[in-house]
T-cell receptor, first 113, second 114 residues
Framework: SAVISQKPSRDICQRGTSLTIQCQVD?????MFWYRQQPGQSLTLIAT?????????ESGFVIDKFPISRPNLTFSTLTVSNMSPEDSSIYLC??????????FGPGTRLTVL | KQEVTQIPAALSVPEGENLVLNCSFT??????LQWFRQDPGKGLTSLLL?????REQTSGRLNASLDKSSGRSTLYIAASQPGDSATYLC?????????????FGKGTLLTVNP
């Protein structure tokens, strides 16, 4: 199974600022994803991070708000831009391996004041 | 569009009890289903992955079954322990070309009392 790390583990940010979250996997994965988990809710897929090209966003999520990079097979970043309190959530990175089994990072807990 | 429902939303049991968590999904043309565990404020830990060709998978005290025809999966936990207390999430992929995308249920919050 893949081991996935994320940085930072948590942050408290001011309204209007941006935060970049890093995700590192310890082995090559076929696909990488970014999810959001709002308080008390389940996970919602933000986008699929594509190596060397633009991410594929789900309905309701746009590149200007959540720019994503994936420069190589094992690393990706998600930026939450121009933050508001509604962006307070846990952001999770995942990677898929054999049989499309997905493995998750520990998450980044974001609080926007 | 895949929809996943988990019942019950919360469950509280005494230590040692056997229990079953239920998951249903609307699009049965899936090729696998995955169960996860989430501790408060933490990421997800993959528990079991069941391929569509399998009817069940076992890992230690956990056993997951899959019935594609009825759109159901169950997670059986034997001899529950306080350390099993967590939220358990079921996730099913979309069918067709986007079958790598997972749709999650809202989870079952399990509390095992010593």
């Amino acid at each position: 199974s893949a081991v996935i790390s994320q940085k930072p583990s948590r942050d408290i940010c001011q309204r209007g600022t941006s935060l970049t979250i890093q995700c590192q996997v310890d082995s090559q994965v076929t696909m990488m994803f970014w999810y959001r988990q709002q308080p008390g809710q389940s996970l919602t897929l933000i986008a699929t991070a594509n190596q060397g090209s633009e991410a594929t966003y789900e309905s309701g999520f746009v590149i200007d708000k959540f720019p994503i990079s994936r420069p190589n097979l094992t690393f990706s970043t998600l930026t939450v831009s121009n933050m508001s309190p509604e962006d307070s959530s846990i952001y999770l990175c995942s990677g898929s391996g054999a049989y499309n089994e997905q493995f998750f990072g520990p998450g980044t807990r974001l609080t926007v004041l | 569009k895949q929809e996943v429902t988990q019942i019950p939303a919360a469950l509280s049991v005494p230590e040692g009890e056997n229990l079953v968590l239920n998951c249903s999904f609307t699009d049965s043309a899936i090729y696998n289903l995955q169960w996860f565990r989430q501790d408060p404020g933490k990421g997800l830990t993959s528990l079991l992955l069941i391929q569509s060709s399998q009817r069940e998978q076992t890992s230690g005290r956990l056993n997951a079954s899959l019935d594609k025809s009825s759109g159901r999966s169950t997670l059986y936990i034997a001899a529950s322990q306080p350390g099993d207390s967590a939220t358990y999430l079921c996730a099913a992929p979309n069918s067709g070309g986007s079958n790598y995308k997972l749709t999650f249920g809202k989870g079952t919050l399990l509390t095992v009392n010593p």
